[in-house]
């Protein structure tokens, strides 16, 4: 896409990736794509604020190209040393070598380790400004939102905060890069999610303290390094932002993600009579078969509900192995106080339960029922199904939110 002008003199020189499969290596994006946003403030001194992804660099030079000569740039600034803001340096400073890398001092030895750069690298301070002309740029600490070198800059002629990680989605920009000018919100609110929980939820604490750090300032526009520009409504992705990290301390919102497996369809039937028992029950549920669905798309409704069901049959003596691939991400991304319940088939001596109640005790799960059967469901483990699924339903619409959470 063309550079956009965002403000005077202010440019977005972004790049969309559409080619990508794997964000992360892990989170699939091949229907969604993701941009990286990055900014050029054309000044007595030019600045280029975050850079892109190292296969995207020609496009990347290019949309520099159409507002200054490469050669004539004074700074970049590098909010956050991933490799998906970062990838395109070692060609930049190749090009331009007088330039100046501003960053956080933790990032300065994380730019000897990951692209042997050692030369023209400022650390500033947090709180530290740097006059370009007409423009002030003003930096702030926020580590841990992504990673412990990140910061963010502040731009107070135009009142802008350029976020980094923070307040980004996946979702390869439309064609337009503002919110006022997108016709399809819930796309990226929905991909702004999953990119909250597969990425930065783990750093719910940080997020917080980065708004709250950041309260004091009148910001008009919010610019992230991925997705969209918030200039009409800059408080509606921090209200976001704010919810969704909230959710690393209390159970969440009420309502049931319904996880299930099945070799041989013992386990889905049980399953779709446990989904018409908590469908009476006015709790909203999210149905995932976690042999088709990547675990990227299922964390999210994890994160907001309050309320898990796991049906998952025996296999080789324990739980149905892709079933434990997500309790494990579950884990390793800190979703926790959750209530639970669960139930399968097994064929003979069964397993699939067995270690579940340390498994959630790790994870502040409550584990509120759970039942087995043997092969094929019979009319009797049917109706035991339904009615499981009426009890967790009521608990979960009922009073989800736990006093002691
Ligand atoms: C590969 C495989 C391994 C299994 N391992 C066990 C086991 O160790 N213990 C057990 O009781 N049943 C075991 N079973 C039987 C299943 O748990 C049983 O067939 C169950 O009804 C499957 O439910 P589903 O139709 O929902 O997949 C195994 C089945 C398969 C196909
Ligand atoms: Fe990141
Ligand atoms: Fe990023």
Not at 250 to 276: C, F, H, R, W
Request: net charge negative; aromatic share 12%; glycine share 10%.
């Amino acid at each position: 896409m063309p550079a956009v002008e965002i403000c005077p003199n202010v440019y977005w020189i972004g790049v969309n990736d559409r080619t990508t499969d794997l964000f992360e290596g892990i989170w699939p994006i091949s229907h969604e794509g993701v941009s990286y946003n990055a900014y050029l403030i054309d000044d007595e001194k030019k600045a280029i604020l975050d850079l892109a992804k190292a296969f995207k660099t020609d496009e990347f030079f290019e949309a520099i190209g159409e507002i200054a000569d490469i050669g004539s740039l004074d700074y970049v600034v590098i909010h956050h040393l991933e490799p998906d803001h970062s990838g395109v340096l070692s060609t930049l400073i190749r090009i331009a070598p007088k330039i100046t890398l501003l960053c956080s001092e933790k990032c300065k030895e994380m730019l000897a380790s990951f692209y042997g750069i050692t030369e023209n690298v400022r650390a500033v301070k947090d709180g530290e400004t740097i006059s370009l002309g007409k423009h002030t740029l003003q930096f702030f600490m926020t580590p841990h939102v992504h990673w412990p070198e990140t910061m963010m800059t502040y731009e107070s002629e135009n009142q802008i905060l350029f976020s980094c990680d923070a307040f980004g989605g996946y979702g390869a920009l439309r064609g337009t890069i503002f919110d006022d000018q997108c016709t399809d919100h819930s796309f990226y609110e929905t991909e702004a999610l999953r990119y909250y929980v597969n990425i930065v939820a783990k750093f719910s604490g940080p997020v917080l303290r980065a708004i709250e750090k950041l309260s004091g300032l009148d910001v008009r526009i919010i610019a992230p390094s991925h997705g969209l520009i918030w200039r009409k409504d800059p408080g509606r992705i921090v209200h976001l932002y704010k919810t969704w990290a909230g959710y690393a301390g209390n159970p969440g919102e009420p309502g049931i993600t319904l996880m299930y497996a099945s070799m041989y369809g013992n386990t889905e039937k049980m399953m779709n009579a446990v989904a018409q028992g908590i469908s009476g029950t006015g709790a909203e549920i999210e149905i995932f078969d976690v042999a088709r669905t990547h675990v990227s798309y299922i964390l999210p409704s994890l994160w907001t509900k309050s309320g898990v069901v796991i049906g998952a049959p025996t296999y080789e003596g324990s739980l149905f192995p892709l079933m434990i691939d997500v309790l494990n991400m579950v884990a390793v991304k800190h979703i926790r106080k959750k209530r639970a319940a669960v139930f399968g088939s097994y064929g003979w001596s069964g397993g699939a339960q067995r270690g579940l109640e340390k498994r959630f005790e790790s994870l502040q799960w409550e584990l509120m029922d759970q039942f087995e059967f043997c092969g094929a469901p019979t009319a009797g483990d049917i109706r035991q199904g339904v009615e499981f699924g009426r009890k967790f339903g009521e608990i979960i619409s009922g009073g989800s939110a736990r006093e002691d959470a």
